[in-house]
């Protein structure tokens, strides 16, 4: 396994991070759908065996119950084999009620202190509420007392949205230790969502600011790893061996100022496959980058929409199958085929009634417009 060292704390950081966002489900046998411990553990247990040692949850992922699930698979471990990462994942604007979550994320992760936290998805909302909910609260000041108090190890958050919020964070004299970015071959310089940001920008000014990068959707929702025959040509014709997954890896992990890369593996083929990639990672070469380069052309004149598979827009009040329909869409444009009207996916993007809801679009962390969207799907496939 590749290691990169905190700057700030020494921390000898595995390179491939493991994602914990969308861990194992099982039905309770009454129709609820709960964690699937046996199988977070087996997952769990091998990522540690194989030298991954940082692990990135929140309180809201898996229905409320990522903590917790997570925190039962780690207690099994030595606490020094493994780094924590959470955050502050709320809409309170309340000091209280913000400690009572920072508070509950030691009870439900099982440690007396956190290796990493983060304010959760920064740039989402406008900048009033978040000068609300972030420092006219009185919740950063608490914060940096508790890092310096060492119950947490390094302080950073998360960013997706509008830019002058993340320089905004950056311009208040604080020493972030860490951030967590949106990253990839095709955000590096083509992030074209609605109040997205330029990877390439992000980066730079983290770099610029002594704080390390964590790597959200290194893979574009999945995007990168399941590119179409034509996108996948220029990269066979350089190392034919090798799968999408494994560029897209090897492109973020290439850059220096990249502490981690995380990877949302929820089925030990894929956490096996991403392991050899890393371990250990080989940089992209020049010719390298420049098969990426072929590749983002294509993908970024081929009309997509840039859904990342995040599923924070379901479940629709409707019922509509918004990430199914969004990515299956973008598979007939990424391999260039004539969109088939029959397709049942996207048939249902004629259920949508945006018109009198767009509940989807105000969670979207792309700021995609999806009732636009589902209206285009769904006349391509009707008329």
């Not at 004539?338 to 993007?349: G, M």
Request: glycine share 8%; proline share 4%; net charge negative.
């Amino acid at each position: 396994m590749t290691y990169r060292i905190n700057q700030h704390t020494g921390d000898k950081v595995a390179l491939l991070g493991f994602g914990c966002m969308r861990l194992p489900m099982m039905d309770d046998g009454n129709g609820n759908h709960i964690p699937d411990q046996d199988s977070i553990n087996f997952l769990i247990d091998e990522a540690i065996r194989n030298g991954i040692n940082y692990f990135d949850v929140a309180p809201s992922y898996m229905n409320g119950m990522n903590e917790s699930s997570v925190g039962k698979a780690l207690a099994r471990h030595k606490r020094d084999k493994f780094f924590i990462a959470t955050k502050l994942s709320t809409s309170e604007t309340t000091l209280e009620a913000q400690k009572g979550m920072y508070e509950k994320s030691f009870k439900e992760l099982q440690v007396d202190y956190i290796d990493y936290y983060l304010l959760h998805n920064v740039g989402r909302v406008d900048k009033d509420l978040f000068r609300a909910r972030f420092i006219e609260s009185g919740i950063l000041e608490f914060l940096l007392e508790e890092r310096q108090a060492g119950r947490i190890r390094n302080l950073g958050f998360s960013f997706h949205g509008d830019v002058s919020i993340y320089d905004t964070l950056f311009e208040l004299g604080i020493q972030w230790d860490f951030v967590m970015i949106q990253m990839n071959y095709i955000d590096w310089q083509n992030a074209t969502a609605p109040r997205n940001v330029n990877a390439e920008y992000l980066y730079n000014k983290a770099l610029a600011n002594n704080a390390q990068c964590v790597i959200m959707e290194p893979l574009f929702g999945g995007r990168l790893g399941n590119l179409g025959p034509v996108a996948r040509r220029p990269l066979e014709a350089v190392n034919p061996n090798a799968t999408p997954a494994e560029w897209a890896f090897r492109y973020v992990g290439s850059f220096d100022n990249v502490l981690t890369v995380l990877s949302g593996m929820n089925h030990i083929d894929h956490l096996r496959e991403n392991v050899k990639t890393f371990s250990p990672l080989v940089p992209l070469n020049q010719e390298e980058h420049e098969a990426l380069a072929v590749v983002t052309e294509i993908m970024t004149t081929a009309g997509f929409i840039d859904c990342t598979g995040c599923n924070y827009c379901v479940p629709c009040p409707f019922g509509v199958p918004i990430p199914d329909i969004l990515l299956r869409y973008n598979e007939y444009i990424s391999e260039r085929k004539e969109i088939d009207k029959n397709d049942p996916v996207l048939q249902q993007a004629g259920t949508c009634k945006g018109d009198i809801c767009k509940l989807c679009e105000k969670e979207c962390p792309q700021r995609i417009g999806i009732v636009e969207q589902m209206k285009k799907i769904y006349k391509l496939v009707s008329e």
